[in-house]
């Protein structure tokens, strides 16, 4: 049972569009919410994270949006560009005595120029 | 500076024969972590060790062993393998467990006939 459920599974926008990644949770004892960002043949990286205390974070492009009561974050790409294509993961974290990140199933991202 | 690497990149095996997954980093990080990503699945969590001599099981520990050599690497090891562990595994470390950025090596495809 996945715990942070990332919607959709896939996803084309065109160049310059907005790109919109959502995910989901249940625990709300989660207290850090990083996305990683995957290229082919590479492992994820981390894009931007945000903590249940404020409600949104932008860094260049990226604008992470965080609705504690209805348990939901979601990713913001603006202007999408083709180098954006990826595999994004959402994420959560218990900060508790594990510390282990619960990953979204993921969403593959293709930007067309 | 290499950050995290992983031997061997690909991996065939046939049912029943045992092998390990090399992980090392040069970061100087205290937590080391596998995880396995299959499709859909997003990345799950097998073994992860919060400092130099302690292991701890994750979400998916079974059929797998892991032993931290010492601070730099963190060896994951099959002693029979499955088909049902076909997957992308990949290392990661953190200065500390929790909200610290964890760094992703490229990962290794194993596949189990």
């Known amino acids: 049972q996945q715990q942070v459920k990332q919607s959709p599974q896939s996803l084309i926008v065109q160049k310059g569009g907005i790109s919109i990644i959502n995910c989901a949770y249940e625990?709300?004892?989660?207290?850090?919410f990083p996305w990683y960002q995957q290229f082919p043949g590479k492992g994820p990286a981390l894009l931007i994270a945000?903590?249940?205390?404020?409600s949104e974070k932008k860094e260049g492009r990226f604008t992470i949006s965080f609705n504690k009561s209805a348990k939901q974050f979601s990713l913001h790409i603006m202007d999408s560009q083709p180098g954006d294509s990826a595999t994004y993961f959402c994420?959560?974290?218990?900060?508790?005595?594990?510390?282990?990140?619960?990953f979204g199933g993921g969403t593959r991202l293709m930007v067309k120029p | 500076n290499a950050g995290v690497t992983q031997t061997p990149k690909f991996q065939v095996l046939k049912t029943g024969q045992s092998m390990t997954l090399q992980c090392a980093q040069d970061?100087?990080?205290?937590?080391m972590y596998w995880y396995r990503q299959d499709p859909g699945m997003g990345l799950r969590l097998i073994y992860y060790?919060?400092?130099?001599?302690?292991?701890d099981k994750g979400e998916v520990p079974n059929g797998y062993n892991v032993s931290r050599l010492n601070k730099r690497e963190f060896s994951l090891r099959l002693e029979s393998a499955a088909p049902s562990q076909t997957s992308v595994y990949f290392c990661?470390?953190?200065?500390?467990?929790?909200?610290?950025?964890?760094?992703f090596g490229p990962g290794t495809r194993l596949t189990v006939l």
């Open positions: 990661a470390s953190s200065y500390r467990t929790g909200a610290d950025t964890q760094y």
């Open positions: 625990n709300t004892a989660f207290d850090y």
């Open positions: 945000i903590r249940p205390d404020v």
């Open positions: 994420a959560a974290l218990l900060n508790n005595a594990g510390n282990m990140l619960t």
């Open positions: 970061m100087n990080h205290n937590s």
């Open positions: 060790s919060a400092s130099e001599g302690t292991t």
